[in-house]
């Protein structure tokens, strides 16, 4: 009776090992638009934090499907680093580029962006409204979870305002491009976590009292009363915005989060055999951004590609409305 439990013990772990190999090897089941490498053909897409993790496989994804991405990164050095190891995949991967397909290329190009500066990002559009004929697709995807207590240039708690007011000014001063270049999309990366958030507005900048995780959730929910809002005046518009949460996806992301040296191995494990790789975490992204399905859906939020519903919270039009009224005031656009 041992001997059978320990066999099918083996048998249960062989498989389950087996099983997750499998997962992590043969790669994402669902990958968007991937008969049609042309489906983006002719498109800008901007990609905020493009260099790292889902930014970097979003503009992976789109690249393949024919897109001019411009990521829009903060360090100059990693996003080229990042660009170069795009190309060097894509013609690996025997796609489009120079001297093979031509025609269905996508095209990679850098350019500097600090969310947590003002001056950056309005020095960033200005560059891209001089020199971006149109933008099809805003991809609002950079984001910096529980870091300690910082201030952004302009003195904003630092989740707040690169996750939010970044973001913000940025679509803010790229809405007239978005709305020329017409039908165009927005994307907002949110997370699930926005259920544990507030919008506390008697202290946006965390100085009375400062919680690593309350403050992303917060700047989380944030980007989510930020999409309904843009949805409802944007109607009429032509340029749709959704947001959507990724899952739980292997990247970056925890860079803040101090991991005992003993206790690493594992979590690397329990991460690579649960967590989403960052291709599978990218496809909700691609999807918004490139699927003819969603064509003319705006204001909702998205899991797997998947409309999900939202808390009450997320759903309230007063402070999605007050929100959208102290936010131009912190970052300065003057009516
Ligand atoms: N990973 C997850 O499980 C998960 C779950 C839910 C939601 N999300 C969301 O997914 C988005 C992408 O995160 P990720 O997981 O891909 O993490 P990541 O690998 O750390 O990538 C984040 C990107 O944001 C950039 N960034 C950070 N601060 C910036 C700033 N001040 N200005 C411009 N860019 C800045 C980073 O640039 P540097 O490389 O220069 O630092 C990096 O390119 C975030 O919005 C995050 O909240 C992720």
């Not at 994804?61 to 990693?78: P, S």
């Not at 259920?195 to 919680?211: H, P, T, V, W």
Request: hydrophobic share 40%.
């Amino acid at each position: 009776m041992a001997l059978v439990a320990t066999v099918a013990a083996l048998l249960a772990a062989l498989g389950g090992a087996l099983w997750l190999a499998a997962r992590r090897f043969v790669g994402p089941s669902v990958r968007h638009g991937g008969g049609d490498s042309g489906l983006m053909h002719g498109k800008t897409v901007l990609i905020t934090g493009a260099n790292s993790g889902l930014g970097r496989a979003t503009a992976a994804e789109l690249l393949r499907l024919g897109a001019r991405v411009i990521m829009g990164c903060r360090d100059r050095a990693r996003a080229e680093e990042a660009a170069g190891q795009l190309r060097r995949e894509l013609r690996q991967a025997g796609g489009s580029g120079p001297g093979s397909d031509a025609g269905e290329a996508g095209e990679l190009v850098v350019r500097e962006l600090d969310l947590a500066s003002l001056r950056s990002v309005r020095a960033f559009c200005q560059e891209m409204l001089q020199e971006e004929p149109r933008l099809d697709v805003l991809i609002n995807n950079a984001g910096i979870f529980h870091c300690p207590y910082m201030k952004t240039e302009d003195g904003f708690e630092m989740q707040f305002g690169v996750n939010h007011l970044g973001h913000f000014l940025l679509t803010n001063l790229l809405l007239g491009l978005l709305k020329s270049s017409a039908p165009s999309r927005i994307v907002v990366v949110s997370s699930k976590l926005y259920k544990y958030g507030d919008i506390n507005f008697e202290d946006l900048n965390s100085e009375q009292s400062y919680n690593k995780s309350f403050c992303y959730s917060r700047s989380k929910l944030a980007n989510i009363l930020f999409t309904r809002e843009l949805a409802r005046r944007l109607e009429g518009t032509n340029v749709t915005v959704n947001v959507l949460h990724p899952g739980i996806v292997r990247t970056n992301l925890g860079r803040h989060i101090h991991i005992p040296l003993l206790v690493k191995p594992l979590f690397n494990l329990v991460s690579w055999a649960f967590f989403k790789t960052p291709v599978e975490g990218a496809q909700t992204s691609v999807y918004l951004a490139s699927s003819p399905e969603v064509e003319g859906v705006s204001g909702k939020y998205f899991g797997d590609c998947k409309e999900e519903a939202l808390l009450p919270k997320a759903m309230d039009e007063s402070v999605a409305r007050k929100l959208w009224d102290i936010s131009e005031v912190m970052v300065g656009i003057l009516k």
